[in-house]
């Protein structure tokens, strides 16, 4: 287990960067990276999606804290838009952790590896909405919340690939959106440890350091280093334009997607 240590730490330190400054959640490198991680470790290939995507859920309720909470020191949060959507948010993670714990784990992968690819896609194009519509609509807050929460519940991430965009639709300026986001993000995390932890196979309770489908020392270690850079990812998110970072790091994801698809079917 100590050779995992240094990685985990890594992980952590880029996961709580990623989280403050996009606003993303991180769960889109943490979940390739588990999944890395646990066919190093010799886990049993069918278990691997729903343990990786259990425990980004878990190492995300421990970074994204610090991250919204800095956000919301910037005045980066918007709580009305918040109201209105985080009791779908919450109800439909659950749900989805106990769909995705019911699955075939190749069926599970294949999903990640789509979003994955599919998130990158979003970072490197930015397709954010031309047209902006200010109006708050609750009804619509409340089912957008669900059907974002229902898809990052299977992939184990944050929903800032889709949240960001949508709230800029809806008016908020970048830096609250991305604010907002994140703060989402922390109840789709909380609340999917929760399904993590309630729901998982049998089997999974017969690996050392697993609880439900949560491996506990990844999300000690990769979440507790988080915390700090978390802060100063979401501080540097309020300063400066990201294009750059943004687009290197999309560049990575597409790798990271290609090498899961190429595990699955190869």
Same mark, same amino acid.
């Given at each position: 287990?100590?050779?995992?240590?240094?990685?985990?730490?890594?992980?952590?330190?880029?996961?709580?960067?990623?989280?403050?400054?996009?606003?993303?959640?991180?769960?889109?490198?943490?979940?390739?990276?588990?999944?890395?991680? %646990?066919?190093?470790?010799?886990?049993?290939?069918?278990?691997?999606?729903?343990?990786?995507?259990?425990?980004?859920?878990?190492?995300?309720? $421990?970074?994204?804290?610090? !991250?919204?909470?800095?956000?919301?020191?910037?005045?980066?949060?918007?709580?009305?838009?918040?109201?209105?959507?985080?009791?779908?948010?919450?109800?439909?993670?659950?749900?989805?952790?106990?769909?995705?714990?019911?699955?075939?784990?190749?069926?599970?992968?294949?999903? $990640? !590896?789509?979003?994955?690819?599919?998130?990158?896609?979003?970072?490197?194009?930015?397709?954010?909405?031309?047209?902006?519509?200010?109006?708050?609509?609750?009804?619509?807050?409340?089912?957008?919340?669900?059907?974002?929460?229902?898809?990052?519940?299977?992939?184990?991430?944050?929903?800032?690939?889709?949240?960001?965009?949508?709230?800029? %639709?809806?008016?908020?300026?970048?830096?609250?959106?991305?604010?907002?986001?994140?703060?989402?993000?922390?109840?789709?995390?909380?609340?999917?440890?929760?399904? !993590?932890?309630?729901?998982?196979?049998?089997?999974?309770?017969?690996?050392?350091?697993?609880?439900?489908?949560?491996?506990?020392?990844?999300?000690?270690?990769?979440?507790?280093?988080?915390?700090?850079?978390?802060?100063?990812?979401?501080?540097?998110?309020?300063?400066?334009?990201?294009?750059?970072?943004?687009?290197?790091?999309?560049?990575?994801?597409?790798?990271?997607?290609?090498?899961?698809?190429?595990?699955?079917?190869?």
């Amino acid at each position: 287990m100590i050779e995992t240590l240094i990685p985990l730490i890594l992980l952590g330190i880029f996961a709580g960067l990623l989280s403050g400054f996009f606003g993303i959640g991180s769960g889109i490198i943490l979940v390739p990276a588990y999944i890395f991680l %646990f066919n190093y470790l010799n886990f049993p290939p069918e278990i691997i999606p729903l343990l990786a995507t259990g425990s980004s859920m878990g190492t995300m309720a $421990i970074t994204i804290p610090m !991250a919204s909470y800095t956000h919301y020191k910037n005045k980066n949060i918007n709580l009305e838009v918040i109201k209105y959507m985080f009791l779908a948010a919450i109800t439909a993670t659950i749900f989805g952790r106990y769909v995705a714990a019911n699955i075939e784990s190749s069926t599970l992968q294949i999903i $990640i !590896a789509i979003s994955m690819l599919l998130a990158a896609i979003q970072l490197v194009f930015d397709f954010s909405p031309k047209n902006i519509n200010k109006s708050i609509n609750k009804i619509e807050l409340f089912l957008v919340g669900g059907f974002i929460a229902l898809i990052t519940s299977f992939v184990g991430i944050g929903g800032g690939i889709l949240m960001v965009p949508y709230f800029q %639709f809806r008016g908020l300026k970048i830096h609250e959106a991305i604010g907002t986001s994140s703060l989402m993000g922390f109840f789709f995390a909380i609340s999917g440890l929760i399904g !993590a932890l309630l729901f998982a196979p049998d089997k999974l309770n017969q690996i050392d350091y697993v609880y439900g489908s949560v491996f506990i020392p990844a999300i000690l270690v990769a979440g507790i280093s988080s915390i700090y850079f978390a802060r100063l990812g979401a501080n540097i998110s309020n300063r400066i334009d990201g294009n750059s970072l943004k687009l290197a790091f999309s560049v990575l994801v597409i790798l990271v997607a290609l090498r899961i698809i190429y595990i699955t079917f190869i």
